[in-house]
T-cell receptor
C-alpha cells in the first residue's frame, strides 16, 4: 500500500464547476500538506501548503486537512479552462525527512 | 526573481551512454533536491543537499547515478551508463533550509534512452 493515495482521474468538468480533489494517506506523522499544479511538460508549481488540520483559502482555491481521517482535499471554485492540469498532493513530517507525493489527478475543464 | 533553471530540457541518448543534467536553484535557497518523475507518477526524491552536503541520498542508485553540488549553488546529476529504464523526467527543486514544505521546481529534463 502506498503512503499517499490519489485518484489519477481524469476528472472532466464544465467551466464554472466546483472541483474537489482528494488524497488519503497512512502515515500519521505527516504534518505539512501541499498541493502542486503541473501543466504538461512543466515542473510542479506550488499552489499552497497547510500545517496540521484545518482550512486554508487562496483566491479560488481552498485546502482542507482532516488528520483524524487522514484525508486532504483541494477545492477549486469557478473552475476555468486554464485550471486544466495535473494536481499533485504532497506531504511531509515535521522532521522534513521526505516529501511524499501522490500520483496526481488529471483535471480537464471544458469551456 | 528567477526560478529554478535546468538544462538541457530534453535529451535523447542511446543506452550505455553517459548523460548529465544541470540545475541552478533560486538565489538564497540552500536546500536543493533532485527528483525522478515517471509518466503518470508523482516525483520521487533521489537526493537532497543542504549547501554542499548530500544529507539524503538513500534513494539514489549509486552504481550508476552520481551527483555533486560544488560551492553549494549549482548542481549536476549524472547517469553512467544509462539504461532503458532511466527514461523519465528529472526534476530539480530548491527551498530555504528548514522549509521543505515550500519547494520550488524547475521545468525538468526529459530523458529518453533508446
Amino acid at each position: 500500500q502506498k503512503e499517499v493515495e490519489q485518484d489519477p482521474g481524469p476528472l472532466s468538468v464544465p467551466e464554472g464547476a466546483i472541483v474537489s480533489l482528494n488524497c488519503t494517506y497512512s502515515n500519521s506523522a505527516f504534518q505539512y500538506f501541499m498541493w502542486y499544479r503541473q501543466y504538461s511538460r512543466k515542473g510542479p508549481e506550488l499552489l499552497m501548503y497547510t500545517y496540521s488540520s484545518g482550512n486554508k483559502e487562496d483566491g479560488r482555491f481552498t485546502a482542507q486537512v482532516d488528520k483524524s481521517s487522514k484525508y486532504i482535499s483541494l477545492f477549486i471554485r469557478d473552475s476555468q479552462p486554464s485550471d486544466s492540469a495535473t494536481y499533485l498532493c504532497a506531504m511531509t513530517d515535521t522532521g522534513f525527512q521526505k516529501l511524499v507525493f501522490g500520483t496526481g489527478t488529471r483535471l480537464l475543464v471544458s469551456p | 526573481e528567477a526560478g529554478v533553471v535546468q538544462s538541457p530540457r530534453y535529451k535523447i541518448i542511446e543506452k550505455k551512454q553517459p548523460v548529465a543534467f544541470w540545475c541552478n536553484p533560486i538565489s538564497g535557497h540552500n536546500t536543493l533536491y533532485w527528483y525522478l518523475q515517471n509518466l503518470g507518477q508523482g516525483p520521487e526524491l533521489l537526493i537532497r543537499y543542504e549547501n554542499e552536503e548530500a544529507v539524503d541520498d538513500s534513494q539514489l542508485p549509486k552504481d550508476r547515478f552520481s551527483a555533486e553540488r560544488l560551492k553549494g549553488v549549482d548542481s549536476t546529476l549524472k547517469i553512467q551508463p544509462a539504461e532503458l529504464g532511466d527514461s523519465a523526467v528529472y526534476l530539480c527543486a530548491s527551498s530555504v533550509s528548514g522549509s521543505s514544505y515550500e519547494q520550488y521546481f524547475g521545468p525538468g529534463t526529459r530523458l529518453t534512452v533508446t
